[in-house]
């Protein structure tokens, strides 16, 4: 092992690489790892350089199952891992994870670590393909996590329990919580005049609850015309849940959402809202609702694993079934008729961010994973 250690990433792409990974990386960086991350590059690849972190363009197809496309992008991390000779290979979302333990173990990298950041559309979806992939995907995870040498980190204990039940060695499973927000830079700010303002921000697919959001909207509206939602995020194109543009278009045309696409200017959409939403079917631990909870805003989120782990009911959030548009409506005209209720749940999210949820304390448990990691792979070279 080198005095400096190698630290590779894969990511499936460099815009969820910048936004989620970076924190990590720059810790990484500043604790003495030589770091690069093999990835598509697409508008980040010059910020991710900036940080002093190298880019090595990879091909990668989200959202299908293509073998001929599959082989070329393994063979094509292999001849990375090869080339960079990592200490760690850290791969992040669930294809890099598959691709990043097969060109490990063909490259004999010392350690593996595969980043869960949720369970996926395989595992959400009821729909027909999800359903037909569903156990092709489990025995490919049962492969990819069972090596020796590899760590399964999930960000909710929902997510470490479900991969125990595939079979995976409990003990080669590790949560560590979400990607971890800079609470500086997400900072509580008071209400902005006006109308109350209900946001979700996500990527627009149907199991991050983007329908129910409207339908409450919808039904919402019709009993206070005075409430305005926001849909803040763009179309996953290789996500199979994804909403095609025209309902989106259409819903913002309809005046019943206003949907306002991409938006890189994160603190500012909090400062102007009053509500944080996300009625997802299953989450990782999602970063959109750790940054509204950081800004001091109430949330009203699914109770499904992941969300809860942030949207701790009546401390920091309320709580609506899964897929219920109904309760999602009534709980969000219950905070907009309540600007107690908001204040109180909003301090109490900004309290369990910064006890439990900052950057600093993510990046640390990261951290110190990759050292024991390290630790691990010499005392089996030097017992080899």
Known sequence: MSAQPRLLFVAGDDGFFFSHIMPIARAARDAGFAVAVACPVAAHGGAIRAEGIRVLPLTMKRGRVSPLADARTLAALVRISRAERPDILHAVAMK???????????????AFAAALMGLGYVFTSRDVKARLLRPLLRRALRWALSGRRSTCIVQNPDDAAFLAGLGIDRRGIVVIRGCGVDTARFAPSPEPEGPVRATMVSR??????VGEFVEAARAARARCADLRFTLIGAPDEGNPAVVPLVRLEGWRAEGLVDWQGHRDDI?????????????SYREGLPKALLEAAASARPIVAADVPGSREIACDGESALLVPPRDAAALAAAILRLAGDPALRARLGAGGRALVEREFSEDRISAETLALWRRQLDEAGDGRRAG
């Open 267 to 279: 603190p500012a959409v909090w400062k102007e809202s009053h509500i944080a939403v996300l009625p």
């Open 96 to 110: 890099p994870v598959l691709y990043g333990a097969a060109a490990a173990r063909l490259t004999g990298v010392p």
């Open 204 to 209: 627009q697919l149907w199991d991050k609850g």
